[in-house]
C-alpha cells in the first residue's frame, strides 16, 4: 500500500465522501490541516502566493513601462509615476477586461495586509487577484489627495478614514461641518518663490497676484485650501523626515561662466555667498573640480564654522518659513502632525542658535554642493546650493530641515 493510500485510508473518515471532494472549499481545508499535521509544517494546496498577481503586473509593467515596474513582492506594482487609484484601476481594465469589478482597500483595512499601500482587488480565470499599488511618485502630493479624500469622504457622511485621528483634529481645529466647507487641493500649483535682495539681506519673495499686489506667504505656501463658511485656511503639507521650507533658482546668480573663472562676480551671488560665510574661491572649486565617479578633490579638509551673518540669515529664513497657515507634517508610519504657524513660531524658528558650519562639497566633501548647516531652537537647517542638472554651475538654492 502507497503512503498515500495508507493516509486517505486513516482519514477517510473525516471526509464525507470518505475521501477529499476538491470541489469543496471544506474538504480541501481539512486536506491541508492534516497534511500540516503529517508534515510539521504549514502546508497549501493553493498555487505560490502571488504567481497570479506576477502575471498580472508583468503585463501591466510590458504595456505601461514607464508608469510601473515589478517588485521583490511579488503581489507589489512599483507606481513608477505616483498613478492614483483611478487610472490605475483603469490600467488595469485596459489589461484583463473592462468587466472586472475591482475593490479598492485603503492602508489598515481589512483585508488590504499593508499599512501603507492601497490593495485592488478582483477575479481573473477564476483566480482571486490582490496587487497592492507600492510606492513611487511624489510624496507628498499623495499624502495631499489622500487627506482631501478623507475630508471629501467627511463631507459625503462616510466614517472610514485613512487618517481618522487627524480628520478628529481637522474637524475640531476648524470646527468643521459636512456643510460649512470646500476643499481646493492646490499643492499642484508649485508657486514660484525667487529669491529677492534688499539692503536686510536676500530673502524669499512670493508672486505677484493679478491686481499688482503681492501674495501673501500663506496663499503661496498652501497645497490645500479650506473655505470654512466662506473664509479661507491655508494648510502646507509635509511629507517625510526631510523637508524642504524653499528651493529658489539661483542660475542668474552664479553663471557658469563665473564658476568655470574661479571667481563669482555677480552682486548678488557676493551677496548670497557672504550671508552665509562661504569662501568664493572654494565655492567655485567645488563644481569646478567636481566629478561624477567620485575620484574629483575631496573638499572635507575645509568644512568649517564660517562667519556667517546672523541677522541676514535670520532674514532669509523668516521670509522662506513665513506664517499665517497651518502646517500639517505626515510620516510613512502614519503619524501626523498638524499646527498653526504664528509670528511667534517662526520667530524661534528661524533664529540661529548655533554657528553655521560650511560644508564644501557636502557632508562626503565631493558632491557638487556647498551645505549650510546650523540649529534653530526648533529645527536642524541644512540649507544647500546644489546643481541639479547636468552642468557645472549651480541650479538651486534648497532649504532642508529636520525637527529637533
Not at 541676514?312 to 510613512?332: Q, V
Request: proline share 4%; charged share 25%.
Amino acid at each position: 500500500m502507497s503512503i498515500f493510500d495508507k493516509f486517505f485510508t486513516k482519514f477517510a473518515y473525516k471526509f464525507d465522501k470518505g475521501y477529499p471532494d476538491m470541489n469543496n472549499d471544506q474538504d480541501v481545508l481539512l486536506l491541508e490541516s492534516l497534511i500540516s499535521e503529517v508534515i510539521g509544517e504549514k502546508f497549501s494546496l493553493e498555487e505560490k502566493k502571488g504567481d497570479n498577481e506576477s502575471k498580472i503586473i508583468t503585463q501591466l509593467v510590458s504595456k505601461f513601462p514607464g508608469k510601473y515596474n515589478t517588485m521583490s513582492d511579488a503581489i507589489r506594482i512599483a507606481n513608477k509615476e505616483g498613478t492614483n487609484n483611478d487610472e490605475f484601476v483603469k490600467d488595469i481594465k485596459s489589461v484583463i477586461g473592462n468587466k472586472v469589478d475591482i475593490k479598492v482597500t485603503p492602508p489598515n483595512q481589512s483585508p488590504n495586509p499593508s499599512g501603507k499601500y492601497f490593495l485592488f482587488q478582483f477575479n481573473h480565470e477564476n483566480n482571486e487577484i490582490g496587487i497592492l499599488l507600492a510606492s513611487g511618485g511624489n510624496k507628498g502630493n499623495k499624502f495631499e489627495t489622500i487627506v482631501a479624500n478623507d475630508l471629501q469622504t467627511f463631507i459625503d457622511g462616510g466614517e472610514e478614514f485613512i487618517y481618522p485621528s487627524l480628520i478628529e483634529d481637522m474637524i475640531e481645529e476648524f470646527k468643521l461641518t459636512p456643510t460649512n466647507f470646500e476643499i481646493k487641493e492646490e499643492g499642484s500649483r508649485n508657486q514660484s518663490r525667487p529669491l529677492v535682495f534688499t539692503p536686510e539681506g536676500p530673502v524669499i519673495g512670493t508672486p505677484i497676484k493679478s491686481d499688482g499686489d503681492l501674495q501673501s506667504i500663506a496663499e503661496t505656501l498652501t497645497d490645500l485650501t479650506l473655505i470654512v463658511n466662506n473664509k479661507p485656511i491655508y494648510i502646507s503639507l509635509k511629507f517625510g523626515s526631510t523637508l524642504t521650507f524653499f528651493n529658489p533658482g539661483v542660475k542668474k546668480i552664479f553663471t557658469e561662466e563665473d564658476i568655470k573663472s574661479g571667481e563669482i562676480k555677480t552682486e548678488n551671488g557676493i551677496a548670497l555667498l557672504e550671508t552665509f560665510g562661504i569662501d568664493n574661491e572654494l565655492f567655485c572649486r567645488v563644481f569646478n573640480e567636481y566629478k561624477k565617479d567620485g575620484t574629483g578633490t575631496n573638499f572635507s579638509q575645509y568644512h568649517e564654522v564660517a562667519s556667517a551673518d546672523q541677522e541676514k540669515l535670520y532674514n532669509l529664513l523668516h521670509s522662506g518659513i513665513g506664517h499665517g497657515y497651518y502646517m500639517l507634517k505626515g510620516t510613512d508610519s502614519g503619524k501626523t502632525d498638524l499646527f498653526l504657524v504664528t509670528e511667534e513660531y517662526v520667530k524661534k524658528a528661524a533664529r540661529p542658535t548655533s554657528g553655521v558650519t560650511i560644508r564644501y562639497g557636502g557632508k562626503g566633501g565631493t558632491a557638487k554642493r556647498i551645505d549650510i548647516v546650523f540649529d534653530t531652537a526648533v529645527y536642524r537647517m541644512t540649507l544647500n546650493i546644489r546643481s541639479k542638472s547636468k552642468n557645472i554651475a549651480p541650479t538651486n538654492l534648497m532649504g532642508d530641515y529636520k525637527p529637533i
